[in-house]
């Protein structure tokens, strides 16, 4: 027990007071500190647990008198609380750091700008299907040590974002995905990729020999990344090009092919549940890392055939009067948004827009040049789609609020358009959050 020890942590959301749940589990003197409010959930849960708490504010010196931090992944680090705790020397980790040292449990983490929710989801529906004992957490659901704290499972699927591998120092991966890597939260980074790019490649540090990685080929960035960096673990690359590999996954003849240890696993692509380029990639991580688990080909053939995707990604709402609407309001960045403009096949009126994170929007042009008949913009502050798809689009119509873009897209499709909401950037402007950006949508679309 770590008695007289005392833990502070910063952020009274999910993955705070799951640290706090855990690290009073594990006898440490605990106390909990957020600029803004902590719901009221979770304040009655701190109180049920006798941990001390304050809200809307830090106090500094209480928190500078503290073993080590663990701080929520929202919070940047050049805030000025972090800074002084920086320069006190006092320090600081992400939940995900601190819940590791209390779990034996087989650790899968899968990162990426794209597609790691749907990868995450599931490896978690192929592992449980089989039987495994198994766990769900991370940058998802109930938070990782809150899980720790109150399950004993022997493996955990972990999607891990860039904010929580910056606090990751001693956490190791047995089965590291990397899905791909494209600019994305750049003004977390001071607008430099490479500082991003090393951010996503942390989650391979500590990984051994008997260790995995598992990543796309296809991706420039990742390829350029795995050549370059003396890694230790074993490499299981996959592609939608049919090169036979010794480890990992490749396409030939509509088929995907994993192999490991000279043993095949084949599927036909109209077999996956999961349809579209970005979900082949997403469906090979996700087998191989089965593969690795020792998931029988029959039940993985199985879960890959009738797994349900997530709420807000590619997610069919309702066809009205003949004009298909889809929900992708996961898509934060640009290149989310690449894959939802990919995946649609017919004339498209596209809603986009948000908090801009220093987007590049040039890989969009040529398929909204091909697909996009309107553009409707859903955000405070438009100018950037106008200038970069105005000579593209002939109509590109500002609206700031979910029920309004949604009645001008309406008027602006014909009978079989899809209206696709992608928006390539954050909610923060109008919304709480990409959920309730697409739920917000979901609901205008179903008072049409």
Known sequence: MHKNRKISILGGGESGIGAAVLARQQGFDVFVSDNSGIGEIYKQELIA????????????????????????????????????????????????????????????????????????????????NAGLNVGLAGNIGQSFARQVAEHDYDVFVLEISSFQLDGMFKFKADIAVITNITPDHLDRYAYQFERYVNSKMRILQNQTPHDAVIFCADDPVLAREMSLRPLVAQRFPYSLTPHPVINGAYLENDKIKIVHLNNQFTMTLEQLALQGKHNIHNSMAAGIAAKLMDVRKESLKQSLSDFQNIAHRLEFVSSVHGISFINDSKATNVNSTWYALEYVDKPTVWIAGGVDKGNDYESLKLLVKEKVKAIVCLGLDNSRIHEAFGELVPDIINTESAEDAVIEAYQLASKGDIVLLSPACSSFDLFESYEDRGNQFKQAVNRL
């Open 49 to 128: 647990r006798k941990i001390d708490f304050e809200e809307n504010g830090h106090t500094l010196d209480i928190l500078l008198d503290t073993d080590e931090i663990i701080k929520s992944p929202g919070i940047p680090d050049h805030a000025p609380v972090i800074q002084k705790l920086t320069e006190k020397g006092i320090p600081i980790i992400s939940e995900i750091e601190f819940a590791s040292r209390f779990t034996q449990a087989k650790l899968i983490c899968i990162t990426g700008s794209n597609g790691k929710t749907t990868t995450t989801l599931l490896i978690f529906h192929l592992l449980k």
